[in-house]
């Protein structure tokens, strides 16, 4: 059974920092490309951050320089640091494990990040 679950979520002040973690487990972790996704109140879902199975790394151009995208296959684990957080990130973040081009796309349930003023 495919699970990914994310913790660290919160309520932080803007410019602080925040760390997500998505643990998976039901598949081969290091063969899948990991990704965050965010989706703010009333906006769509968007894509924040991914990472390959090479470790290579992608950055939506409202994060770049503030986040990273990191990976344990060690420890079937996705992280996302936030760091210099604006009251415009808060979202619920879901963790994501794809393999698309093989027809795989798994999702976990998310995490609230709120960031006050």
């Known amino acids: 059974q495919v699970q990914l679950v994310e913790s660290g979520g919160g309520l932080v002040q803007a410019g602080g920092p925040l760390r997500l973690s998505c643990a998976a487990s039901g598949f081969i972790f290091s063969a899948y490309q990991l990704a965050w996704y965010r989706r703010a109140p009333g906006k769509q879902r968007e894509l924040v951050a991914e990472i390959t199975s090479g470790g290579s790394t992608n950055y939506a151009d409202f994060v770049k320089g503030r986040f990273t995208i990191s990976r344990d296959n060690a420890k079937n684990t996705v992280y996302l640091q936030m760091n210099g957080l604006k009251p415009e990130d808060t979202a619920v973040y879901y963790c994501?494990?794809?393999?698309?081009?093989?027809?795989?796309?798994?999702w976990g349930q998310g995490t609230q990040v709120t960031v006050s003023s």
């Open positions: 994501n494990a794809n393999r698309r081009n093989f027809g795989f796309d798994y």
